[in-house]
């Protein structure tokens, strides 16, 4: 299997689970990774065989902008299955980052691997 991938999307969301976080929108850098077979759309040259990261990569912003989770795990998870059965994603490895979460680290956040390769 491919992978198409989209590297340190910045999408602005509430995330947060004190008080002050449910009243601002943060920043969060979304990694995903989607297993995908490129042979068809490469074949012939094929633009709408092709996974859309461009489609891909608004439904990401799309969602964040309506979401409200106090978990990132939750963002990560919410995600994962709307990108899974909306565009047909056989297999992902989604990495959610909050910057600046903590002090003295550049990022905190989640990593999970869904569906099968």
Not at 57 to 78: C, G
């Given at each position: 299997m491919d992978t198409v991938f989209i590297e340190s999307l910045e999408v602005d969301t509430v995330i947060g689970a004190y008080d002050w976080e449910r009243?601002?929108?943060?920043?969060?850098?979304?990694?995903?990774?989607?297993?995908?077979?490129?042979?068809?759309?490469?074949?012939?040259?094929?633009?709408?065989?092709?996974?859309?990261?461009?489609?891909?990569?608004?439904?990401?912003?799309?969602?964040?902008?309506?979401?409200?989770?106090?978990?990132?795990?939750?963002?990560?998870?919410?995600?994962?299955?709307?990108?899974?059965?909306?565009?047909?994603?056989?297999w992902l490895r989604l990495r959610i980052t909050k910057p600046a979460a903590v002090a003295t680290a550049r990022g905190v956040g989640v990593e999970i691997e869904r569906g099968c390769r």
């Open positions: 009243t601002i929108r943060q920043n969060l850098l979304v990694d995903l990774h989607m297993g995908w077979d490129n042979r068809p759309s490469a074949e012939n040259d094929e633009l709408h065989l092709a996974l859309d990261y461009a489609a891909v990569s608004q439904r990401i912003h799309d969602f964040a902008s309506i979401s409200t989770f106090e978990l990132v795990e939750t963002f990560a998870e919410r995600l994962a299955a709307i990108l899974m059965a909306e565009f047909t994603i056989p």
